[in-house]
Nanobody, 127 residues
Framework: QLQLVESGGGLVQPGGSLRLSCAAS????????IGWFRQAPGKEREGVSF????????NYADSVKGRFTISRDNAKNMVYLQMNSLKPEDTGIYYC????????????????????WGQGTQVTVSS
């Protein structure tokens, strides 16, 4: 059975760090592109980061470049999102998702191209 499970969220002060995990089961995560997304209250879900098949490349939304790092552990069938220098505007529910199709530069972080989603983990950045 296909499953994606996020973990690692929590409450952190501005400037702090968190590492989110995305555990996959029912398929080999390394064979597919994986994205991290977030949704703040009252806002649309937005793309945060993408890792290509095999982890050969990574892409980030401008708002998180230089602060977030996406990575894979193929042996554990997991993807991570290391988040540093967190800001209050990073608050939201974070989701990982898998896409069965290859991305283009235009749709890499487009939610409509992702085929399966986890349930999300809450990240709150507040003092």
């Amino acid at each position: 059975q296909l499953q994606l499970v996020e973990s690692g969220g929590g409450l952190v002060q501005p400037g702090g760090s968190l590492r989110l995990s995305c555990a996959a089961s029912g398929f080999t995560l390394n064979y597919y592109g994986i994205g991290w997304f977030r949704q703040a209250p009252g806002k649309e879900r937005e793309g945060v980061s993408f890792t290509s098949v095999g982890g050969g490349s990574a892409n980030y939304a401008d708002s998180v470049k230089g602060r977030f790092t996406i990575s894979r552990d193929n042996a554990k069938n997991m993807v991570y999102l290391q988040m540093n220098s967190l800001k209050p505007e990073d608050t939201g529910i974070y989701y990982c998702a898998v896409r069965w199709t290859r991305p283009t530069a235009q749709n890499m972080l487009d939610t409509s191209y992702y085929d399966y989603w986890g349930q999300g983990t809450q990240v709150t950045v507040s003092s």
